[in-house]
Nanobody
Framework: QVQLMESGGGSVQAGGSLRLSCAHP??????MGWFRQAPGKEREGVAA??????ISIADSVKGRFILSEDSESILSLQMNSLKPEDTAKYYC???????????????????????WGRGTQVTVSS
């Protein structure tokens, strides 16, 4: 059974930083990414890495968020210069099929990510 586990969320003031980590299986995946969902809003893609190691970052966080593979089983999201609008629950997700879009410049086809963690809350106060 595929399990994803996020950690690192918390509360921070605007301008601060947080580092999220996602523990995931060492299996080869087509795409793995971070998504977020704020109350009353749709889930949106934040950053992802594909099977070739290409990283894609959403325009809303580009220049502030950094995606990295810390090891074969840890995917991290370094979040700097946080803003109140970054407040959301953050999820990591995996696609093993290759059907999801692994690019912030295209529709994410979020339902095609077949495996999701339970999420970690990030709250940024002004």
């Amino acid at each position: 059974q595929v399990q994803l586990m996020e950690s690192g969320g918390g509360s921070v003031q605007a301008g601060g930083s947080l580092r999220l980590s996602c523990a995931h299986p060492r299996d080869r995946y087509y795409c793995m990414g971070w998504f977020r969902q704020a109350p009353g809003k749709e889930r949106e893609g934040v950053a992802a890495i594909n099977i070739d190691g290409r990283i894609s970052i959403a325009d809303s966080v580009k220049g502030r968020f950094i995606l990295s593979e810390d090891s074969e089983s840890i995917l991290s999201l370094q979040m700097n210069s946080l803003k109140p609008e970054d407040t959301a629950k953050y999820y990591c997700a995996l696609d093993y099929t290759g059907l999801a879009t692994c690019s912030a410049q295209e529709p994410w086809h979020i339902p095609r990510f077949g495996y999701w963690g339970r999420g970690t809350q990030v709250t940024v106060s002004s």
